[in-house]
């Protein structure tokens, strides 16, 4: 489950630990119901079971939030949403009170995870080896439908109603236990860890259920079938080559012939054996998970290198979109924004024509500008660009070190009042407001900003930060009634969790 690589290297025990919740293998039925969930957890317990986790995932230092792959991460996912409200997998219940919000981890493992209450983790590592976006799709449709099925909640009924809080009491313990390698030792070895690892799991039958619901999904949502088979044959080849924990999903979601043969089966004959058509969008968010998640030095110039070999500029286009797109952000991160620039403009011109893949290049223009501390001419790059995510984060961020806060501020104050979870946002107008010496309005920013990361307490300690400072006078009255109510509000959602310990 744990973004961070010190996790993994816990041999598997607590990946997807939340996925599993310690439930043994002996325990699974020999058929999932059709009708109903099977659970005694409801529906808000198990939201906020996952919000505990979630928030633990929000501080660990592999979260991230990246504008760029996490707007094309959305995209997918809300496609998948709509095709499983059309096909009445996922009831209006569960789409209302679940939270349906993928976390993204810069960890270079192939892993991806559904925790209780709608809250699904996807690394990078996972991303950057997918082919086309309908692999990426048939891993998340899958994910989802684990989520719409309630298989954690009915995994926890079966196993013996232990209590969920303290499931989520263990689980969180695992996260502290990764942050030192003794302790997570001692961790294996404790009886809870032998049951954890039992159960570490889903069922086959479950398995199966979620590969069979997650392919009419994404076929509903309108990606290609064979991205399942593609994605299945990629992980089985990966398990025969005796995986050394860079694949933990294949703990979680082990592959076997039967799997693979049965979605082989499901597919119509026209689309058994497709070619598929060059994605630029799909090759950059591959190039740029690559270079995301963290390598180091040698790594960031092997991406450099790759894009000057002499066969480069004979292999495809896609790759080569996903290639220099790479390299260019590597120069960037490598402190080269010459060298960067020059491969950026090699990639608008492979990628001409495609609108979609252009608008990357031009952001990756932009974005390597502010990074060599250049934020005007960032701004500049892309003043009128279409008011995308990537777009107004990063022009606000250049807009603010370049003396036009009160233009960010305007334009983020809109948009947060639309996307009200949107931390990143919130702390780049905590920044604006700052610029423009509006201290109360930066510290409310702030604090709905750790509001958002469901960290209460941070949120809370803000807001009364605010509220003494508006006690002392000369204070912007309205803002000071929002921050009175938003602080009421948050202190009843501590008091709630107070009471759930």
């Known amino acids: 489950m744990k973004f961070s690589a010190r996790f993994i290297r816990s041999r598997g025990l607590i990946a997807s630990l939340a996925l599993a919740l310690l439930v043994t293998p002996t325990l699974a039925p020999a058929q999932l119901p059709t ?12 939201r906020k079971l996952g919000e505990k986790i979630a928030a633990e995932l929000f ?7 990246d504008p760029v792959i996490d707007e094309y991460v959305l995209g997918i996912w809300t496609r998948l949403m709509a095709g499983a409200r059309a096909r009445g997998e996922l009831s209006p219940e569960l789409d209302e009170r679940f939270a349906w919000q993928v976390l993204v981890g810069k960890d270079r493992t192939i892993n991806a995870f559904a925790l209780p209450g709608g809250w699904l983790g996807l690394h990078l590592g996972l991303l ?8 990426l799709a048939s891993v998340l449709a899958h994910e989802l439908s684990h989520v719409t099925q309630r298989h954690i909640s009915r995994m926890m009924t079966q196993q013996s109603r232990q209590a969920p809080l303290l499931m989520a009491a263990l689980i969180l313990s695992a996260i502290a236990a990764s942050k030192n390698a003794d302790m997570g030792q001692a961790l294996i070895v404790g009886s809870q860890a032998l049951a954890a690892q039992q159960g570490l799991n889903f069922s086959r039958d479950m398995e199966r259920e979620a590969d069979r619901i997650g392919l009419g999904v994404a ?16 992980l089985q080849q990966a398990s025969r080559l005796n995986d050394n924990g860079s694949f933990p999903y294949l703990r979680t979601h082990p592959m076997n012939i039967e799997r693979i043969a049965d979605m082989r089966s499901r597919l119509p004959e026209k689309a058994r054996a497709p070619v598929p058509e060059p994605d630029l969008v799909h090759a950059i968010m591959v190039g740029r998970s690559r270079v995301m998640s963290n390598p180091g030095v040698d790594a960031l110039r092997g991406l450099v290198a790759e894009s000057e070999s002499s066969t480069f500029a004979s292999s495809g286009r896609a790759r080569q979109a996903g290639g220099l797109y790479a390299a260019a952000l590597a120069h960037s991160k490598l402190r080269d924004p010459q060298a960067a620039t020059r491969v ?15 608008r990357l290049a031009r952001l990756l223009t932009a974005e390597i500008a502010f990074q060599a501390g250049d934020p005007a001419r960032a701004a500049q790059q892309l003043d009128g660009a279409a008011p995308g995510r990537p777009e107004l984060i990063l022009a606000s961020q250049a807009q603010v070190m370049s003396g036009r806060a009160a233009e960010a501020a305007q334009k983020l104050q809109t948009w947060v009042a639309v996307h009200p979870k949107d931390a990143q946002a919130w702390q780049v107008l905590a920044t604006a407001h700052t610029a423009l010496g509006q201290t109360l309005r930066a510290i409310r920013a702030e604090a709905e900003s750790r509001v958002a990361h469901l960290d209460y307490k941070a949120a809370m300690d803000r807001f009364r930060s605010a509220q003494e400072i508006a006690r002392r006078g000369g204070a912007d009255h309205i803002e000071a009634s929002i921050i009175d109510s938003r602080a009421r509000q948050v202190e009843s959602l501590l008091r709630e969790q107070a009471l759930e310990r």
């Open 35 to 46: 009708l109903g969930d099977g659970s005694d957890m409801t529906s808000s317990a198990e």
């Open 59 to 65: 501080r660990d230092p592999d979260y991230i939030d």
């Open 128 to 135: 950057s080896v997918t082919a086309t976006r309908d692999e």
């Open 219 to 234: 076929t509903q949502a309108g990606y290609e079938p064979q991205g399942f088979v593609g994605m299945f044959e990629k």
């Open 344 to 358: 950026a403009a090699r990639l608008a011109t492979v990628v001409a024509g495609d609108a979609a893949a252009l």
